[in-house]
């Protein structure tokens, strides 16, 4: 089903799992939420920020934000190496679990492909 991205913001923030890494308990949530002009709404802004979550979405009408698209190249650039798996770029799969095996699968493929350039 298709919805609007702004009205899925806090259910995508709430689902996600806690992070391990440092000593202590685990985060759960991000210190910062980047977004565009799509994700521009004040009571997402609002309930953001009262999970402590400071919301960096530039304003409709106004210059994007300086800076934000060079770190949301990233999310791009993932997304269209993702998408070279032709079987991820149209979901066929009915069933969650498998196609989630094989975004695991794809991002471990291409994870190897990049470490195995630098050791070359």
Request: proline share 7%; net charge positive; with cysteine.
């Amino acid at each position: 089903m298709n919805v609007n991205d702004v009205t899925q913001t806090l259910a995508l923030v709430d689902g996600i799992p806690p992070v391990a890494g440092r000593p202590g308990r685990p985060r759960r949530r991000p210190e910062v939420l980047l977004g565009d002009k799509g994700y521009d709404s004040n009571p997402n802004r609002d309930a953001l920020r009262e999970r402590r979550i400071l919301p960096v979405i530039s304003r409709k009408g106004s210059p994007n934000i300086k800076g934000i698209g060079k770190l949301r190249y990233v999310v791009e650039q993932t997304f269209a190496l993702l998408h070279h798996f032709k079987r991820l770029a149209v979901r066929w799969e009915r069933r969650t679990e498998l196609h989630d095996a094989f975004v695991t699968l794809a991002c471990s493929l291409i994870c190897y492909r990049r470490l195995k350039k630098t050791h070359s």
